[in-house]
């Protein structure tokens, strides 16, 4: 089954067409999905797990690229990008990796900074930017234990930081509340409702109904690799 | 400037990772720098020494009997008729046996009772630097040989024969030991920087999730094999000058070594060592990131 989803703001950021993602042998992990995201939006994409949330996101973060079908990206097709034109499409979105990702013998300030420091900026800001999310993300007290000592929720927690470091345009979550208490879940969407409400996209894959229960953003819920309905739309406007 | 200091920050973290290896890599490419520069240096004496040697070099041919005042121009042409030389030098017997005399100085009372006859009629020949390789000798020694009235040439062949083919030796030598230099320093540098980058794997491919450059990622790479080439380089020769200065202390004065004057390198070939040991480690990193950094 295809469902079509079209962004209810301005443009698209991003459009799925028809997106079909099998791994060997022959399972399918999404099968022709299509969806299309609006600059500025901030969409729950929901499901238990095994739906293709994850294969999702990683297609649109360019780990992975799609057996079938179309992403285009600002109206550029992901898959023909290369060198340094994907490089710098890598730059423009934050992901926060279910696994973390995290380099575990660096300390929380060098896994954030890391994403700054890439982009060759200036270490003041880099600095001051860290400092920031740190202290939004009540790890303040952790920016020089590494990241191996931490417990999963203060992981979870460094690898969002590190996703929000440039304030990039474009934000994935995966499952970006699984490992926190209720007060660091509140903090960690606190935070990306400041960012979304600035204009940064925001894709949070998760199964947590308690975060996107009361929202007013954008829901859709993949089941069996298919994007099945839109369970709630409200613009909060 | 921003870029140096972010390749300085990763310099100093890929050094607190793998300094073993990267300690014996530094070890190994200084060894191989001391090996050919120690060679080099010897090439490089030896050649003085032969240079010198060659400017004393002197071929006497010995005579049936007197050349004639008369004759004297046209056997000098005969001589120059193979090669110039620079000077020709007839010696009578009298002055053959005041030589003689000379020579042995305080013993020259066993010729007291001797007639200078004993000794030939001979002409000293200084060839000209043209005539100074070993070939070109031993074929004008062969010519002086074949002109009529010579009895006998002699110019210490077997001695400068031997000299000759110990340094066509040390030419093998330097060029081997050169040689030893370029496989070690590229293979052990790439050796290096490819255990560097297995052990960063993790780093790198979140560095290249986070949309890090080409030159992000391989500038670190390429500087850390060309310190590694510099710092290789400057401890090589570095050790290579104090053991020149150990040798020159102990065996210089009078005696065999004494004919060399040892001199160290000149700057042109310490600044060619540096330039071939700079090129050679960047080498190897660029090797290494081609074929294990796919960015």
């Known amino acids: ?237 | 400037m921003r870029h140096i200091s972010f390749i300085i920050g990763q310099l100093a973290r890929n050094s607190r990772h793998g300094w073993t290896s990267q300690v014996m890599t530094l070890f190994t490419v200084s060894l191989s720098v001391l090996i050919f520069s120690f060679f080099f240096l010897i090439y490089v004496n030896m050649q003085k020494a032969s240079s010198r040697l060659g400017n004393e070099l002197r071929l006497i041919v010995y005579l049936e009997q007197e050349v004639p005042a008369a004759f004297e121009q046209e056997f000098k042409k005969k001589i120059t008729n193979f090669d110039k030389v620079d000077k020709i030098v007839f010696i009578s017997r009298e002055e053959a046996f005041a030589r003689l005399s000379k020579q042995l100085g305080h013993d020259s009372d066993v010729l007291e009772d001797l007639d200078p006859s004993f000794l030939p009629y001979s002409v000293e020949i200084f060839p000209s630097n043209n005539l100074k390789s070993l070939t070109r000798i031993k074929e004008f020694s062969d010519y002086l040989a074949s002109l009529p009235g010579a009895v006998k040439v002699q110019y210490g062949q077997e001695w400068i024969e031997r000299f000759g083919y110990f340094i066509s030796l040390l030419r093998i030598i330097v060029i081997l030991s050169g040689t030893l230099l370029i496989l070690t320093s590229v293979f052990m540098v790439s050796y290096t920087i490819r255990l560097t980058l297995e052990s960063r794997q993790e780093e790198l491919e979140i560095l290249r999730f986070l949309g890090a450059t080409d030159r992000y990622i391989r500038g670190p790479v390429i500087v850390e094999g060309f310190l590694l080439g510099l710092f290789g380089a400057c401890s090589g020769l570095l050790s290579l000058f104090f053991l020149f200065q150990w040798i020159k202390n102990h065996f210089s004065g009078p005696g065999f070594m004494n004919i060399f004057e040892l001199s160290f390198l000149p700057m042109a070939n310490i600044g060619t060592i540096f330039v071939i040991s700079l090129l050679l480690c960047s080498s190897g990193s660029v090797i290494s990131i081609r074929k294990y950094l796919k960015v």
Request: aromatic share 4%; glycine share 6%.
């Open chain 1, 1 to 237: 089954m295809t469902s079509d989803t079209a962004s209810p703001l301005n443009t698209a950021l991003f459009d799925i067409v028809k997106v079909t993602k099998t791994y060997p042998p022959d399972i399918m992990a999404l099968d022709e999905v299509s969806l299309s995201v609006g600059h500025g939006e901030m969409v729950f994409l929901t499901g238990v797990s095994g739906a293709g949330k994850t294969t999702l996101l990683k297609l649109l973060c360019f780990l992975e690229k799609p057996t079938m079908g179309l992403i285009e990206m600002n109206k550029k097709d992901i898959s023909k990008l290369s060198g340094h034109d994907l490089q710098k499409m890598r730059q423009q979105i934050g992901v926060a990796y279910q696994d973390f990702r995290l380099l575990n013998k660096q300390t929380v300030y060098q896994n954030i900074a890391l994403a700054m420091e890439v982009r060759y900026e200036n270490p003041k800001d880099i600095k001051l930017r860290v400092m920031e999310l740190l202290a939004n993300l009540g790890l303040a007290d952790k920016i020089h234990t590494p990241t191996g000592k931490l417990s999963r929720g203060e992981q979870q927690r460094v690898s969002i930081a590190r996703a929000c470091a440039n304030k990039p345009p474009l934000i994935l979550a995966d499952e970006p509340t699984g490992n926190l208490d209720p007060a660091a879940t509140a903090l960690v969407m606190n935070l990306f409702n400041r960012l979304n409400e600035e204009g940064t996209t925001i894709i949070i894959a998760t199964h947590d109904q308690s975060i996107w229960k009361k929202s007013t953003h954008r829901i859709v819920n993949l089941e069996n690799g298919q994007l099945q309905d839109i369970i709630q739309v409200n613009f909060g406007l």
